[in-house]
């Protein structure tokens, strides 16, 4: 497939609002996208590289090229090229790096610049688009929707389902089955105000604590242990006690999920930063695991000896959970089997309470009839936190002064917009300790796309948590409102800018 095919389709679907005419558009784009094609199309359809960070930002974007009056250039042709700019280090590299890059730009159209340009710096915007292409892909192969979002699912991820459907048809989806070893999106989360409110909207369900760790989940097949993060990146090497640990429960085969958390000698919890940055680590595992040791707390099984569990109610579930885990290692809970019984919702708030005390940041509410729902924000699960937090993405920062001379410190914060832009909400500097301040210094000049001197705008990547009083209307910020007292509490470098929250959700907080 050309590369001007595939610019031309993203440049019109970034031009529709309408849902069915990105679908339509997607739809025949996948008509002619041959399976070879479809891990370089998919990814740069969502604005995404295959390979991750290349190394090329703005400041080698910047110098006009004059571009090719016809296209000649293949995707994969393209991808490669741009794969082996990316790999160049050593002396020379930024000049080699510059050269190779103009010569991939010369040889582009000039709508093809555009859409290159945009894809490196991370500026490719065209709404929620991977569940529409989802429903685009079963279009264009004949399947059936909710099938496609099924194998899509339990693969992981869109792209290896589409060159199946695309090669096979759709028969090649019966191959997308639920597999030891092959990690699954896991399941998040809405939130409520209140646990009263949450048991309300969910009826008979359980509480539990919600830890402020790293999601983890965890495939045994007989003595073979892999760990998997909620972006679906292998950590096994990192977490030998954790290996180590589930070797010894009662089942050959299984699928877990939870949280590993670093606890203090008193059972508390360490700052996240350390339990992100011990899970993070690749160098001298065992030292680090001397240093900041870290336990497992599971809350969910998806399968046991070749059993799918994934559609079994969760009060089922985690009776399969209890049988197979330790108590020590399960998270705590309550349960509510009846919402109208008044001594069952107090001691479901004082669980909520207790569980503050013990240094948690709040409660998951799950419903105790709810499937599992891989890869969804599914509404029968809800988190309820005792501040008001939200999600955000860094858009830009400003070089500090004082003592933060050379350090970039007020961030400009954004909520995700339907259509997969930014809106900002406003700026804060306060939260910050001087390691997080050089440490986002850093990050942000990775992620830069410009700086005039004074602020220093970034590609809409970085997710930070961030605690606030309060909403209160402004004029100056174009959602209409923005942040009272918003502080840092944490970079999620564990969530990607699509997790973010949204303009709507920051409005429904308003009252």
């Not at 590299?93 to 510059?98: I, P, W």
């Not at 011990?278 to 695991?289: E, H, K, N, W």
């Not at 004029?475 to 007292?485: D, E, S």
């Amino acid at each position: 497939m050309l590369l001007a095919r595939l610019a031309h389709v993203s440049l019109e679907v970034a031009a529709t609002s309408s849902r069915t005419r990105k679908t339509a558009l997607l739809a025949g784009l996948f008509r002619e996208t041959g399976p070879d094609d479809v891990p370089v199309v998919i990814p740069y359809l969502a604005g995404r590289l295959p390979q991750g960070r290349l190394g090329i930002g703005w400041s080698a974007l910047r110098h006009e090229v004059t571009p090719a009056r016809t296209p000649t250039l293949a995707v994969t042709e393209t991808d490669a090229e741009l794969t082996a700019i990316g790999a160049l280090t050593g002396p020379g590299s930024q000049a080699a790096r510059k050269e190779r890059l103009a010569a991939l730009l010369g040889a582009a159209t000039a709508d093809e610049q555009r859409f290159l340009r945009a894809l490196l710096t991370g500026e490719v915007r065209q709404g929620a688009l991977d569940a529409v292409a989802v429903d685009a892909l079963a279009d264009a192969a004949g399947a059936p929707p909710a099938e496609v979002r099924r194998a899509v699912m339990l693969a992981g991820s869109l792209g290896p389902v589409a060159r199946t459907l695309l090669a096979e048809g759709p028969g090649g989806l019966a191959s997308f089955r639920l597999t030891v070893g092959r990690p699954v999106q896991p399941m998040l989360a809405h939130t409520a105000r209140s646990v009263a409110e949450a048991i309300g909207r969910l009826g008979p369900c359980a509480v539990e604590e919600k830890l402020d760790g790293i999601r983890v989940q965890v495939h045994r097949d007989g003595t073979r242990v892999c760990l998997y993060t909620r972006t679906l990146d292998d950590i096994t090497d990192r977490l030998p006690e954790l290996a180590a640990a589930v070797a010894a429960f009662p089942a050959d085969r299984f699928i877990l999920d939870g949280e590993v958390i670093a606890l203090d000698a008193d059972g508390r919890p360490r700052p996240f930063q350390e339990t992100a940055g011990r899970v993070g680590s690749r160098r001298d595992v065992a030292t680090a695991a001397g240093a900041v040791p870290v336990v497992p707390v599971f809350f969910d099984v998806l399968s046991v000896d070749g059993s799918d569990l994934l559609d079994l109610p969760f009060a089922e579930r985690h009776r399969e959970l209890a049988a197979l885990v330790p108590e020590p290692m399960r998270v705590r809970r309550v349960a509510v089997d009846d919402p109208t019984d008044e001594a069952q919702t107090e001691a479901a708030e004082t669980f909520f309470q207790e569980t503050l005390a013990r240094g948690h940041e709040g409660v998951v509410v799950k419903g105790g009839t709810a499937a599992y729902s891989a890869g969804r924000r599914g509404a029968s699960w809800l988190k309820v936190k005792p501040v008001h937090t939200l999600d955000l993405v860094v858009l830009a920062a400003e070089w500090g002064h004082g003592r933060r001379t050379g350090k970039l410190s007020n961030l400009h914060l954004g909520a995700r917009r339907e259509d997969g832009t930014f809106a900002m909400l406003g700026k804060t500097f306060k939260g910050l300790t001087d390691a997080l301040l050089a440490w986002q210094t850093e990050r942000l000049g990775e992620l830069a796309t410009g700086d005039d001197g004074h602020v220093v705008t970034v590609r809409p990547e970085l997710v930070v948590e961030i605690a606030y009083d309060g909403l209160q209307s402004s004029t100056r910020y174009p959602a209409g409102v923005t942040l009272r007292f918003a502080r840092v509490l944490r970079y999620r470098e564990d969530k990607r800018a699509e997790e973010a929250d949204t303009v709507d959700t920051v409005l429904s907080r308003r009252t």
